[in-house]
């Protein structure tokens, strides 16, 4: 299923091409972290921007986050993400 998903997933048609820009590798980065509800859940807090409804803000936030978690996690993709290699 999982194979069968990650190849329908690119013929045409079958997701928004806009759907694609922002899944995890495309321009070599992690993901950014995701959040849930309740706001604070055993201490661990959802950051005060992503409550703010300042939709600039939050996808501003997102890509610094996706950067720092793949300079962190995979420093391999971030030498990739600058050009390094």
């Known amino acids: 299923m999982v194979i069968t998903d990650s190849v329908v997933r690119l ?5 928004e ?43 501003d936030w997102k890509h610094e986050q996706a950067i720092e978690r793949t300079k962190r996690l995979r420093p391999d993709l971030y030498k990739k993400y600058l050009g390094e290699e």
């Open 11 to 15: 013929l045409e048609g079958v997701i």
């Open 17 to 59: 091409k806009e759907s694609h820009q922002n899944e995890s590798f495309t321009d070599n980065l992690l993901d950014y972290p995701v959040y849930t509800k309740p706001q604070d859940f055993r201490g661990m807090k959802v950051p005060e921007v992503l409550l703010t409804g300042n939709d600039k803000l939050i996808d």
